[in-house]
């Protein structure tokens, strides 16, 4: 049985009267790889401060590996490896040196260092300054901080952001070797659908502070109501006969028409009606609607593109 | 203790190549360099004098005045730019340490670096006098100088200088404005100026480091006090303050 690395009781937090986060229940399995996904401004990095203790609930409470933070806040801190935004560099000082100011806060062995920047490919760039660092490295330097601890659980808010495709495919590459090859559990917030699609094995959508799902991808695409396309000669009479049987109907441009049904039988039931009642049936196909269209009929609003 | 010297350590590793750790030394450097000139180039009108009593009191004078407490605000606003420019302290806080390490490690490296600029200071008032000794023979460089005295007044400015190493590193931590910390010290130091001449100027902070070696003996002592006590509660109260809020 999967037992619980992160879960949140009913976080609420306001800022000056505005609801940042309002009433969530995370519950993130160990082992998984679970995509917090959000428009920007939805709450999302307020919640991962209050996660990481940075900031106190209104309400609520985070529990992390079945302990209350608020009360072994240290002890748990020192199992998480966090990258929050940008990541938090001295331009002045190297890749090595940035590791090692950490290194020596935790307390941890000097090898940590070296396996961290084994890990996300900065082994040959340690002792440059890094000032003379691309954003893609910037960021991967960033993860090895996160990854110094040999953290049981890895925070990310928004790890590929600002990044170009090459560093994105690069970042993502990375974090999704962690669980399998590190067994570590990934808490990653995005606004791209697709990466967490392509990241994710469980999604949280939060929307204006709300949590409107959570569940697993599979759990998502169940959720989601596929479509039968059709074209017919009359599409008004095949319109008013399945409205009348109580489906869902809508007219399309080119005699077609859009039908919301749940599967193969209702597909099959359809065009039988549609032929008995002497229609000529053109064209018949199921449709899956995307991830993103259920993220936009889920919260109201399309996500932003992906670069890549 | 335990918790608190893996945060100095990593601390003293920040300093590398900042123009923190070379004001270590610029600072008193500046001031040697100044009261060297002086005594270079009027050293007929100070030859009948004690010069090493002068080059003690010209060095401590302008130190205290003006360059320890403008030297305390930029050290200050300097250390904590480092993590208000690399957007630290969201990282600095989520590692498994107290918090109030992390402000006491910032306040305890300011506080050495001071320190050590102190000794600086007095290791140049030294080599200063043995170079003027050589270059000027008329100035009266002719005992030894007096070790204890040079240390005990730059001991005592340096403990009157505690409120200020305290407040400034608040004001540093607290916001993120450099415009706003060196603000802040270059107000207090000017207006020192006036203070001076005031009654209640004895317990203007900004004094206490000039007070501190002031040849009244009452003066004196209320600054050193004031100076230590004042900074151990601005310390504590300034800690308080900036680990329970939010982070940014």
Known sequence: MNHTALETVGL???????????NIHLNVEAGSVFGFL???????????????GLIKPDRGRVMLFGQDLSSHRLSILGRVGALVETPSLYNHLTGFENLEVTRRLLGCPKENIENALEIVKLTEAAHRLVREYSLGMRQRLGLALALLNRPEILILDEPTNGLD????????????????????????????????EQLASHVGIIHQGTLLFQGSLNELHAHQHERLVLEVDRPAVAMELLTQQGWH?????????TVSSQGRKDAAFINSLLVREGLKVFHLSRQQPSLEETFFQLTGEPTAGDPT | MNQLLPALSSESLKLKRTLALWMVFIAPFIVILLQFFILYDRANFFAGRDAWGVLMYGVTSIWAIFMLPLFITLETALLSGLEHSGQSWKHLFAQPIPRWSVYAAKLLTVMGMILVSTVVLVLGEIGAGKLLSDLRPELRFHESPNLTMMVRMATMVYLASWILLAF???????????????????????FAVFASGARIGKFYPWLFPVNAVSTSPERMKLAILLGIIGGAIIAVVGCWNVVRRDVD
């Open chain 2, 168 to 190: 400034h590193t608040w004001v540093s931590m607290r916001w993120k404005s450099f415009a706003l910390a060196a603000g802040v010290g270059v107000a207090g130091t000017f």
């Open chain 1, 165 to 196: 495709p090459a560093g994105i495919r690069e970042m993502r590459a990375l974090i999704k070797q962690l669980p399998a090859q590190f067994g570590i559990t990934v808490f990653l917030s995005s606004h791209l659908l697709s990466e967490v």
């Open chain 1, 249 to 257: 109907v809508q007219r399309e441009e080119n005699n077609r028409l």
């Open chain 1, 38 to 52: 959000g428009p920007n401004g939805a709450g999302k990095t307020t919640t991962i401060r209050i996660v990481l």
């Open chain 1, 12 to 22: 609420t937090r306001s800022f000056g009267g505005l609801i940042a986060v309002n």
